[in-house]
C-alpha cells in the first residue's frame, strides 16, 4: 500500500507563476490535509477537505490560495501570482476518516516550493 | 482554541543519555496528543498518540510520553539517545478537525 504520494518533491517558480502541488492520499482515504512548513517553525493548517467539500479553510490565506480534492484524481493545492513569501514546504496529511482518535493522519515528503 | 508550546528549539544529548523533550498544552476540550518526527527533507511520521486510558504512552523507536493534565504536559522521553534519534520532533494537540503544531524542536546527539 502505497504512502501518502506528493509531486512534485521540488517546485521552482518565478515571482507571478503560478504553483501547483498535488497529494495522492492512500489508498481508501477520503480526508484531506495541507499543512504549510516556514523555515524554523511548525506546520501551520492550512486547509482540510474531503472528496468534492472543502470542510475547513480557516488556514488558507484569503487570496491567490485555493484547494480542492475531486472525485478522481489528487487533492491539487493552487497558489496564483507566487510571491518569495509562499517559498515553504507544504505538506499534505490523509486519513480514513475524521477525528484523530481511532485513526492517524499520514504525512506525505512534502513539496519544497522555491520562488525566484 | 488549541495550542501547544514546545520548549527549547534545539536540544543536544550525547549518545547513551537520556532525552527529554518538553510540550505544553492548551486546549478547552480533554486534548489528543501526539508526537511526530521529522527526518532531513522527510515528511513526519508518528511516534505516538495519546487519546483516552492509560497515561504513559509507548511509542516506536524506544520513545515514550506521559500525558499530565495537573500540568499540561506531555513530554517525551527515551532512556538512552541512538545517534539516528537526530531528528527534528514535534508535538501536536487535535483542533477542531485538524491537529495543531508546536514549532518543534531539533534533537542534536552527538557521540
Known amino acids: 500500500n502505497a504512502g501518502v504520494m506528493q509531486n512534485p518533491r521540488h517546485l521552482v517558480r518565478r515571482r507571478g507563476q503560478e504553483a501547483r502541488l498535488r497529494c495522492s492520499p492512500m489508498k481508501g482515504h477520503s480526508h484531506v490535509y495541507w499543512y504549510r512548513q516556514l523555515p524554523e517553525e511548525g506546520l501551520k493548517f492550512m486547509v482540510y477537505?474531503?472528496?468534492?467539500?472543502?470542510?475547513?479553510e480557516s488556514g488558507m490565506p484569503k487570496e491567490r490560495f485555493s484547494a480542492e480534492f475531486p472525485k478522481e484524481g489528487p487533492s491539487i493545492l493552487r497558489i496564483q501570482q507566487v510571491v518569495r513569501g509562499d517559498s515553504a514546504a507544504y505538506f499534505c496529511?490523509?486519513?480514513?476518516?475524521?477525528?484523530?482518535?481511532?485513526?492517524?493522519?499520514?504525512f506525505g515528503q512534502g513539496t519544497r516550493l522555491t520562488v525566484v | 482554541a488549541q495550542s501547544v508550546t514546545q520548549l527549547g528549539s534545539h536540544v543536544s544529548v550525547s549518545e547513551g543519555a537520556l532525552v527529554l523533550l518538553r510540550c505544553n498544552y492548551s486546549?478547552?476540550?480533554?486534548?489528543?496528543l501526539f508526537w511526530y518526527v521529522q527526518y532531513p527533507n522527510q515528511g513526519l511520521q508518528l511516534l505516538l498518540k495519546y487519546t483516552t486510558g492509560a497515561t504513559l504512552v509507548k511509542g516506536i523507536n524506544g520513545f515514550e510520553a506521559e500525558f499530565k493534565k495537573s500540568e499540561t504536559s506531555f513530554h517525551l522521553t527515551k532512556p538512552s539517545a541512538h545517534m539516528s534519534d537526530a531528528a527534528e520532533y514535534f508535538c501536536?494537540?487535535?483542533?477542531?478537525?485538524?491537529?495543531?503544531f508546536g514549532t518543534g524542536t531539533r534533537l542534536l546527539v552527538s557521540p
Open positions: 501536536a494537540v487535535t483542533g477542531f478537525q485538524k491537529l495543531v
Open positions: 496529511a490523509s486519513s480514513p476518516s475524521a477525528g484523530y482518535q481511532n485513526t492517524e493522519a499520514f
Open positions: 477537505l474531503q472528496k468534492e467539500n472543502i470542510i475547513d
Open positions: 486546549s478547552s476540550v480533554p486534548p489528543y
